[in-house]
């Protein structure tokens, strides 16, 4: 296993989470790839929460602006997802991905998944 998420749990309306993907055993080099969080809701592709690239440019779909932060541990090989201010409707399996291009923000740009973690949010 190459990524390894943990962190997801339930949790009430409002509450938070830190979701954390491990790459320890990331064969190439975890520095030269764009990481990612992607949420996949029952019934529906993966879609793609927040991005981090190689310069640390961060990206957010709409829905997280404000309230979800991407940052990482390049030493450590971490990616992190910081989850605030939870909401029923963010109820998902969350995804870490690699992706070796410069961008990792479609299911295409995707060269490695992780297993993935759920979170549940409820009212």
């Known amino acids: 296993v190459q990524l390894e998420e943990s962190g997801g749990d339930s949790v009430q309306v409002g509450g938070s989470l830190r979701l954390s993907c491990s790459a320890s055993e990331f064969r190439t080099r975890y520095s030269e790839y764009c990481m990612a969080w992607f949420r996949q809701p029952p019934g529906k592709e993966r879609e793609a929460v927040a991005s981090?690239?190689?310069?640390?440019?961060?990206n957010y779909s709409d829905s997280a602006k404000g309230r979800f932060t991407v940052t990482e541990d390049k030493t450590k090989k971490i990616l992190y997802l910081q989850l605030n201010n939870l909401r029923p409707d963010d109820t998902d399996m969350y995804y870490c991905?690699?992706?070796?291009?410069?961008?990792?923000?479609?299911?295409?740009?995707?060269?490695?998944w992780g297993q993935g973690t759920q979170v549940t949010v409820s009212s």
């Open positions: 991905a690699a992706c070796s291009s410069g961008s990792c923000s479609v299911i295409p740009d995707v060269n490695v």
């Open positions: 981090i690239d190689r310069e640390g440019t961060v």
